[in-house]
């Protein structure tokens, strides 16, 4: 484990790497498709509350190792030691700090983006991809588990409707040149390196207030038409202590086909 300039803790599976003006985070865990762990998502929950606080930094960068994954969703193990509902609680917590940052956030995805790879993925503001990823939330044939609703809300807005109705309810993943074609993805580029090459410098050279104060103005309006509805929380509980997320972590963790009733 290394501590960075600001304080910042870099761990084997998320190395946060700071230069003038960019803070350039990679998922670290190529052998799992880069899911997160309890401690990956510890540490995010760190950045960003340093960050928050940090002008100096005017652009975030997520980005997932080996080429295959952005993220796979999160280690599911993680959910059988704890609490389900409290835990994505917490993971939710995140993604409203990650949402609600003042810097320019991008997530560049390269492969798989699903599950809670997802979920950070929409609460950035830009994200670019190379043309074989995909984006999903197929826990409807994989966990049988359910979202909360604002991070289905905010799917809805970056992706619209009609796909994220597909992601959802015919568990179908996205390729990048649908994402591109209705905005999701702002470029599918064959070198995510030479697109960040040429996107974070342009981002640098921009008025920090402007780009503040239109955040702050997204972020309002986020807020107010992502709300989710009363007794959201209550659905959530009886899905996860329900036997079709029993039987979907028993055969995830078997390397079984899940049957649900």
């Not at 003038?20 to 865990?29: C, I, L, S």
């Not at 003042?102 to 190379?130: E, K, M, S």
Request: charged letters at 20%.
């Amino acid at each position: 484990m290394s501590v960075g300039v600001s304080g910042d803790v870099s761990t084997p599976e998320l190395r946060i790497e700071r230069r003038p003006g960019v803070v350039e985070v990679t998922f670290d865990r190529p052998e799992r498709h880069n899911a997160f762990t309890q401690q990956m998502y510890a540490a995010m929950h760190e950045l960003c509350d340093s960050l928050a606080e940090d002008p100096s930094v005017k652009v975030l960068v997520l980005r997932g190792a080996g080429g295959r994954a952005f993220a796979a969703g999160n280690e599911i193990s993680d959910f059988l030691s704890q609490d389900a509902p409290a835990y994505e609680d917490w993971i939710r917590a995140l993604l409203a700090k990650l949402f609600a940052l003042p810097q320019v956030t991008i997530a560049a995805v390269d492969g798989v983006c699903v599950g809670g790879g997802l979920a950070v993925a929409t609460h950035c503001d830009l994200r670019v991809a190379t043309p074989h990823s995909r984006f999903g939330y197929p826990i409807a044939r994989t966990l049988g588990n359910a979202l909360a609703a604002p991070i289905v809300y905010r799917c809805a807005a970056v992706f619209g409707e009609p796909l994220t109705r597909e992601m959802l309810l015919a568990a179908r993943l996205v390729d990048a040149p649908r994402a591109y074609a209705v905005g999701a993805v702002t470029a599918v580029v064959p070198s995510l390196d030479d697109e960040l090459a040429s996107l974070v410098p342009s981002i640098l050279a921009l008025s920090s207030v402007t780009l503040r104060a239109t955040k702050s103005q997204l972020l309002a309006r986020a807020t107010a038409l992502e709300v989710a509805p009363e007794g959201d929380d209550s659905l959530l509980r009886e899905v996860y202590t329900g036997p079709d997320f029993a039987e979907g972590v028993r055969a995830f963790l078997a390397k079984e086909k899940p049957a649900f009733g």
